[in-house]
């Protein structure tokens, strides 16, 4: 069994000083997850979301719906 490491990137819309996340979507054909980390501390700890919840959270953003009530 092999290991793949995670390619994480940050969104290029994210030039905001540093309140940033950083995903690996790499992870998505292998696992079906997408972690998703602070920018700010890569050694931290990792959200680890299944790529369905992913994609239904990034198309509400795109949407604007995100915490729409």
Request: proline share 6%.
């Given at each position: 069994?092999?290991?793949?490491?995670?390619?994480?990137?940050?969104?290029?819309?994210?030039?905001?000083?540093?309140?940033?996340?950083?995903?690996?979507?790499?992870?998505v054909p292998s696992r079906g997850v997408v972690?998703?980390?602070?920018?700010?501390?890569?050694?931290?700890?990792?959200?680890?979301?299944?790529?369905?919840?992913?994609?239904?959270?990034?198309?509400?953003?795109?949407?604007?719906?995100?915490?729409?009530?």
């Open positions: 069994m092999t290991t793949e490491a995670p390619h994480w990137f940050t969104s290029s819309y994210s030039d905001n000083g540093g309140a940033c996340i950083e995903a690996a979507t790499n992870l972690p998703v980390r602070d920018s700010k501390d890569p050694h931290g700890p990792a959200l680890i979301f299944r790529s369905a919840a992913f994609a239904s959270f990034t198309a509400s953003i795109k949407a604007g719906t995100v915490g729409a009530v």
